[in-house]
């Protein structure tokens, strides 16, 4: 299911991309202008009255891990085009687009170029988060959208409670430390081999578990463990969030 929510959300980019730089320039891309998303039929997606997840009250010191893949061209090393000589070929930046580019764009480059790659992690989310909350989410603790972060916080803030909520949740690995929350966590996308184990000191187990369904299923992490180790479950939510 997973999967064909990011591939049906890749088919949606390229054709939102052949407009990305014209809508852009000229101020009228909803997200960069912080529309609210249209709310989703279903009980998947949550309307306009969304509010962040419950998340610990002391927040994580490390961010969501990612599952690899290349850094987007918005955070390049080397040089960046100073603030004041960031304009675009035709029309002119929003507000909000020209703070999300600030210290952004590589000198040479674009910066309709590097708006484009915001725009595209705004739309990515916006799809998902009709088709499936938890995946939408899933997608950012996985670093599947490595931009999100910053790309919410300039470009769509509306779904900042995406955000929020992924970083307190797990990907598939293996956790251990300072990165461990003790609370109760919901698989998001899961596979029919998802499997998890938590352990305490000593490598004693304190549970562990199997879904051969494919079915979201829900644990906790306690006090004493010490490390907590995931295979096909996607990624893990941290419980009262929107599900």
């Known amino acids: 299911m997973r999967n064909t929510f990011l591939a049906c959300a890749a088919v949606v980019l390229t054709a939102a991309a052949l407009a990305a730089c014209g809508s852009s320039a000229d101020g009228n891309d909803p997200e960069a202008a912080g529309a609210q998303r249209p709310a989703a039929s279903g009980p998947a ?27 987007p061209a918005a955070t390049a090393e080397g040089p960046k085009t100073p603030a004041d000589e960031i304009t675009p070929a035709t029309g002119t930046f929003t507000r909000k687009q020209k703070e999300y580019l600030k210290d952004r764009v590589p000198k040479g480059m674009d910066p ?25 989410v899933g997608a950012i603790v996985t670093g599947e959208i490595p931009d999100a972060k910053d790309a919410v916080a300039g470009l769509c803030t509306q779904h900042q409670d995406l955000v929020d909520e992924a970083a307190y949740g797990y990907p598939d690995g293996k956790h251990s430390g300072k990165k461990l929350r003790p609370g109760g966590y919901r698989s998001a996308s899961p596979t029919t081999d998802c499997s998890w184990r938590i352990e305490g000191a000593g490598g004693k187990e304190l549970a562990s578990g199997a879904s051969g369904t494919g079915k979201s299923r829900k644990i906790t992490i306690p006090d004493s463990a010490v490390t907590f180790t995931s295979t096909g479950c996607y990624a893990w939510l941290p419980e009262g969030g929107e599900g």
Do not use: F, I, N
């Open 45 to 71: 997606a949550p309307g306009p009255s969304t509010t962040a997840a419950t998340a610990p009250a002391t927040p994580p010191s490390e961010e969501p891990e990612a599952s690899g893949g290349s850094a």
């Open 112 to 136: 309709a170029a590097v708006l484009q790659t915001g725009q595209e992690t705004c739309d990515k989310l916006r799809y998902l988060v009709k088709a499936d909350r938890d995946t939408a």
